[in-house]
């Protein structure tokens, strides 16, 4: 498979998932509403963050490194092998679902069971939860390798849709289940989910289309169940030692970066997960698959090695654009966007300079998001292994600053750590980008430069929306909050206007890569 072609996959995944986490936000809202009308905001929050907290923490941990170590791989493999080390995301998720819990249950503050009941229960069936999920690992990892964008979309989609359903079937006939109904929820979602990548391929593979398929590694479905090859080694330890190093990595990212805070964190990060996150899941993919570890650039197929860099440039332009807008604007609507979404309760504290100071880190975070996406897809072991470490060794100097921070500044202080932290991950970063392209023709670092005139309409952006809050926003009521927000909107689209104009090599690829319909093959 060529890198153009691997690209326009990547590309489609990439905008599938961007399409599916706006449905996925937009459901989830109109959910969230939907509930407070019945059950208690308590309830709501325990599930938003303690139990979403314990599912997501338990399969990040279980299967982070194992999903970036075995996408890197090449195509020419020991499937058996592969698939046999993905198998070990099951007993690993069921022993952090087991520790977490654990310390969900004995060390954190137990919420009151008159306000949350049923506590206890949901820490089960979250963990739970997880661990089903993790059953699927293999089949989810087997259509992400050959970018089955159709079965991405319809398992996910029917997931969510069946989980809605099913939480306003709970909540209007047995409100009093409390935290059993977003529980069994959960867990019908990961039944769900695995279900259809079970049925697909069972489908697929038992059919007369499968032989078609020449790329697939398996002809029957029971081939995806662990089994010894022929070689007699049940795992590729060079993937396994691969995966380790991942692991460190991903567990030290974990503690590093975890912890702003509730409502400031949802809002702040609500457009990073919406944007970033499908773009770096869906371009590792592509950056491994073209790129070969162990190998400098300039050995390496050099008609990939030059898409990877016009992608990676393109992909930092759009970071930095979209981070840069989240935070000119985010400054002068933060106060606004809290005031509506809690009232005054929430937009006169501490909140606009908590969720102003969330909106440099977002920018931060995406960039972020894309130089790790690229690195770790092009490091070899020991460069993982050397990245870890120096992660270790500025882990004490990130708690000491945590420290003093907060101390000095309270809350906020905690999220400039977080900036010192990411600032420190976007170095090592660019340096190993730096290296990797050092002896090329290729400078895909270019992408963190903007012209001149559009740096200007930022500058302009950000400097009258800030005059447009003293004056308009956001105790004059709302006739001077809507003139607010559209002399906002004429800003942005102004600013937007000028990005258009000024980064056409970013418009081209846009246009060709994300924003053309393609037709999605009958297979995928």
């Not at 072609?5 to 399409?19: D, F, K, N, T, Y």
């Not at 860099?309 to 840069?324: H, M, N, R, T």
């Amino acid at each position: 498979m060529g890198s153009q072609e691997v690209l326009g996959q990547a590309a489609r995944l990439a905008s599938s998932g961007l399409l599916l986490q706006v449905v996925f936000r937009l459901i989830t809202f109109v959910l969230n509403a939907f509930i407070l009308r019945f059950l208690s905001k308590e309830i709501v929050g325990v599930v938003n963050v303690r139990l979403t907290l314990l599912y997501s923490t338990t399969l990040f941990l279980a299967r982070e490194a194992f999903r970036r170590a075995c996408l890197s791989g090449s195509t020419q493999r020991d499937w058996s092998q592969t698939l046999n080390l993905l198998w070990l995301t099951a007993p690993l998720g069921v022993f952090w679902s087991l520790f977490l819990g654990w310390v969900w249950l004995q060390l954190l503050e137990v919420p009151d069971p008159n306000v949350a009941p049923h506590y206890a229960a949901g820490v089960v069936l979250f963990g739970l939860s997880a661990v089903v999920e993790l059953l699927g690992e293999p089949l989810w990892f087997l259509a992400q390798a050959h970018m089955f964008v159709k079965l991405k979309v319809i398992a996910e989609s029917l997931s969510v849709i069946l989980k809605s359903v099913l939480t306003v079937f709970l909540v209007l006939w047995l409100p009093h289940w409390g935290l059993y109904i977003f529980s069994l929820a959960q867990l019908f979602y990961t039944t769900v989910l695995v279900l259809c990548y079970v049925i697909y391929f069972t489908k697929l593979l038992g059919s007369s289309e499968s032989t078609k398929l020449q790329t697939l590694p398996v002809s029957r479905i029971t081939d995806l169940l662990p089994n010894i090859t022929r070689n007699g080694a049940f795992i590729n330890w060079k993937e396994a030692k691969l995966t380790w190093s991942f692991f460190k990595q991903s567990f030290l990212k974990q503690i590093l970066t975890e912890g702003v805070y509730d409502i400031v964190n949802n809002l702040g990060s609500l457009v990073a997960r919406l944007i970033f996150q499908p773009i770096e899941e869906s371009f590792y993919v592509f950056f491994a698959k073209v790129l070969e570890r162990e190998k400098d650039a300039t050995l390496q197929k050099q008609e990939d090695v030059a898409v990877a860099a016009a992608v990676l440039e393109s992909l930092l332009k759009l970071a930095l654009l979209s981070g840069l807008t989240i935070t000119v604007f985010g400054f002068a609507y933060s106060q606004l966007a809290l005031d509506i979404y809690g009232g005054a309760m929430l937009s006169s504290g501490s909140g606009p300079v908590l969720l102003r100071s969330y909106c440099l880190y977002v920018l931060l975070l995406a960039i972020n998001g894309v130089t790790e996406c690229f690195t770790f897809a092009a490091m070899s072991k020991e460069e993982v292994d050397r990245y870890n470490f120096v992660m270790l060794a500025l882990s004490s100097s990130f708690l000491v600053l945590s420290y003093l921070l907060t101390r000095w500044c309270g809350s906020v202080g905690f999220i400039l750590a977080n900036c010192f932290n990411m600032g420190i991950r976007i170095t090592q970063s660019l340096c190993f980008i730096h290296r990797y392209y050092r002896r090329s023709p290729h400078r895909p670092l270019a992408g963190l430069r903007l012209s001149p005139v559009l740096l200007g309409a930022f500058a302009l952006s950000g400097g009258v929306t800030a005059v447009s809050e003293v004056f308009l926003c956001c105790e004059r009521g709302w006739p001077a909050r809507l003139a607010h927000i559209a002399l906002g909107a004429f800003c942005l689209g102004a600013t937007l206007g000028t990005a258009f104009l000024t980064e056409t090599k970013l418009v081209h690829f846009l246009r060709t890569q994300l924003g053309v319909p393609r037709r999605i093959e009958k297979t995928t």
